[in-house]
């Protein structure tokens, strides 16, 4: 670099704005497409465990009689995958990387009480309508029996 062009430089310098910003002072700008985080939207995850299976580095927890879904932020590595993998689509990247410590910390997330007695609700009544399902089979199976059996007597 000529002496000419160097001062030119650093005299348009002079009159620049910094490069850099005032964090954490001013909030952290993050840019498109930076993966950040995986955030989750608790109350619509159904606990089908499709993410803790995708997960490379088993940092996902999920107990769905429970309605609780954790995540080791400092095992994950920000792939993607169970973002992707999720068919309720509840769990998403968000920008901004996870507070530094000294331990590693798993954080939970727990359905509200309102969602977890819905749940309830709807795998009691799923139940019954299965066992009234049976039932009613198990009813037709031994009157189609009694049919044939009646068929028979009458032949003989
Ligand atoms: S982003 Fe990757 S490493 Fe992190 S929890 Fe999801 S699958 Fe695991
Ligand atoms: S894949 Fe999605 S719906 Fe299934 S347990 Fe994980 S977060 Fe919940």
């Known amino acids: ?38 955030e989750i939207t608790i109350d619509d995850c159904i606990g089908c465990g499709m993410c803790v299976r995708s997960c490379p580095l088993g940092a996902l927890k999920v107990d769905k009689i429970k309605g609780l879904w954790a995540i080791n932020r400092f095992d994950c590595i920000a792939c993607g995958y169970c973002v992707e993998k999720c068919p309720k689509k509840c769990l998403f990247m968000k920008p901004g990387y ?11 997330f727990v359905k509200s009480p309102e969602q977890l007695e819905k749940e309830a609700k709807q795998r009691e009544e799923a139940a019954a309508k299965a066992a009234a399902a049976k039932k009613a089979a198990a009813a037709k199976k031994a009157e189609e029996a009694a049919k044939a059996a009646k068929a028979e007597e009458g032949k003989s």
């Not at 001013?26 to 985080?37: D, K």
């Open 1 to 38: 670099m000529s002496l000419m062009s160097f001062a030119s430089e650093s005299l348009k310098n002079l009159f620049r704005k910094p490069v850099t910003t005032k964090y954490p002072f001013e909030p952290a700008v993050y840019p498109e497409r930076s993966r950040g985080h995986i």
């Open 98 to 108: 996870q507070t530094p410590d000294e331990k590693k910390m798993e954080e939970s």
